[in-house]
């Protein structure tokens, strides 16, 4: 549950930080910067503590599919889809991860979740869904074709997040995890920095203090500490469990909203945090629903 904790609260601000350097730099700069300072610090870590594994070549495709998926092509769709609809709104739709996990896990690899992990899934998307509801409809019946893409931007994104969970779960259990995404996080910001370039983009920093604030607390807070954590839960604890902080994050997001952006809260919203909190006791208390098996391959 700690590092649940560790999760929920440093992406539940990443994404406020996100809003703050859009429109300074192109999105896929940002990207490229976030993820090499990452990178740099997390091998840093690793050397000091003489920690650092460096993945073997077998392992070569599985770590350029863990760069691409979680350190490139995820957050490319997140930063974008963040230009057209709100913040909060993306967290939302990145909140159905869980479902898309365990969906994933179903195609690929036959993996039947357990009773409780959909229940408390369940409960807690509906509980998101209640706490959003009204944005989401707002934002539906304006009919621009903006609100469409950003938030088939975002439904595109949490799928990238879901398949790099995937990834990341295989490789937790044959390679020293941290140092996995140490260069996997270096490896992501040389592809952004390349698409970058292609782009026409400069890679230089602005001189800006909010926006250089945004992106320390975006590449430590929540790409070290928070990546750390949370692939550690995914080898822990499998990436259907680890997968429900998408669930309760959204409700970080919304309280920054509250207290930036003055969102008013309703019973509806009250309602729908109560059901996210239930939904994570039942998903990591073993003892609310019996099961007599983890999983089930078919």
Known sequence: MFLLLIVVLVWGFSWFAITLQLGVVHPMVSISWRFLIAGIVLLIWLKAKNQFVLP????????????????????????FATSFV?????????????????LNQWIWRRMVPEKKTFVGALLGI??????????????????????????????????????????????????????????????????????SLMLGQSLALPNNLIYLTALVYLAIGASVIGFVAYLTLVAQQGAAKAGYATILFPIIALAVSTAMEGYQWSVSAGIGVGLATLG???????????????TKTI
């Open 56 to 79: 073997s070549r077998i392992h070569l495709p599985k770590v350029l599919a863990l760069s691409v998926l979680l350190f490139c092509f995820n957050f490319t769709c997140f930063y």
């Open 86 to 102: 709100t913040s909060g709104l993306v967290s939302v739709v990145f909140a159905a991860a869980v479902f898309i996990t365990v």
């Open 280 to 294: 994570a006791v039942i998903v990591f208390s073993p003892s609310v629903l019996p099961n007599k098996t983890t």
């Open 126 to 195: 509906s509980g998101i869904a209640l706490l959003f509801a009204p944005s989401i409809a707002d934002n539906i019946n304006s009919g621009e074709i903006y609100t469409v893409v950003g938030l088939a931007l975002s439904f595109l994104g949490t799928w990238f997040f879901s398949v790099g969970n995937l990834v990341s779960a295989s490789l937790s259990r044959t390679t020293h995890l941290p140092s996995t995404i140490a260069v996997s996080m270096l490896i992501g910001a040389a592809t952004s920095a390349v698409i």
